[in-house]
């Protein structure tokens, strides 16, 4: 299985400190994007970073992509309860396959 | 205006019927996708269609039948109706098939079979 795994899969989190989440995954990419679920909604996506790249910013959105390790980082800063919600790993591999991660949890308290 | 819509966001029915999901698309887009989250929260590609042909089908039940009438609209159709079927059910487009595209979700259609 190409699933990628997120690590840790639930996170709680005051309101103002920093989020990290963790993305692993088995082959070689072409690309890797995050997305978030709020509760009861779709996938809505944040940021893609390229093979290529090592480190990307959207926001308080920080992205990081370790292809040797096969790991990327999704770094939320300053978080709000607003961010609460479910975040995926989306990576491309192989002719244009998007495998999706197990998704983390993420509760912000107030 | 809702980029992606499907219909209906919740349906609730028996073993063996036999139901349609709808989905729509109104941003131009080439190509459309069905997803299925389990309970939990797996996400996992069911089909995807570009230009209205088929061209992924991962190892789903032959109970399952997309149907794209056009490149804006991809519905699933779901036979015989199982326990197993019971999940949310993520319609969603991209521009193109390209590695690099967005993927716009809908809202989920949660399917419970009883």
């Known amino acids: 299985s190409q699933q990628g795994e997120e690590d840790p899969q639930a996170l709680s989190i005051q309101e103002g400190e920093n989020a990290t989440m963790n993305c692993s995954y088995k082959t070689s990419i072409n690309n890797l994007q995050w997305y978030r679920q709020n509760s009861g909604r779709g996938l809505v996506h944040l940021i893609l970073?390229?093979?290529?790249?090592r480190e990307k910013h959207s926001g308080r959105l920080r992205v990081t992509l370790d292809t040797s390790k096969k790991s990327s980082s999704l770094l939320i800063t300053a978080s709000r309860a607003a961010d609460t919600a479910s975040y995926f790993c989306?990576?491309?591999?192989?002719?244009?396959?998007?495998?999706f991660g197990k998704g983390n949890q993420v509760v912000v308290i107030p | 205006d809702t980029a992606v819509s499907q219909t209906p966001k919740y349906l609730v029915t028996q073993m063996g019927n036999d139901k349609s999901i709808k989905c729509e698309q109104n941003?131009?887009?080439?190509?459309m996708y069905w997803y299925k989250q389990d309970s939990k929260k797996f996400l996992k590609i069911m089909f995807s269609?570009?230009?209205?042909?088929?061209?992924i089908n991962e190892t789903v039940p032959n109970r399952f039948s997309p149907k794209s009438p056009d490149k804006a609209h991809l519905n699933l159709h779901i036979n015989s109706l199982e326990l197993g079927d019971s999940a949310v059910y993520f319609c969603?487009?991209?521009?193109?098939?390209?590695?690099?595209?967005?993927?716009?979700f809908g809202e989920g259609s949660w399917l419970t079979v009883v």
């Open positions: 941003l131009g887009h080439d190509t």
């Open positions: 969603a487009s991209s521009q193109d098939i390209g590695s690099g595209n967005t993927i716009y």
């Open positions: 269609y570009n230009n209205k042909e088929l061209i």
């Open positions: 970073i390229r093979s290529n790249e």
């Open positions: 989306a990576f491309s591999y192989g002719n244009n396959r998007l495998a």
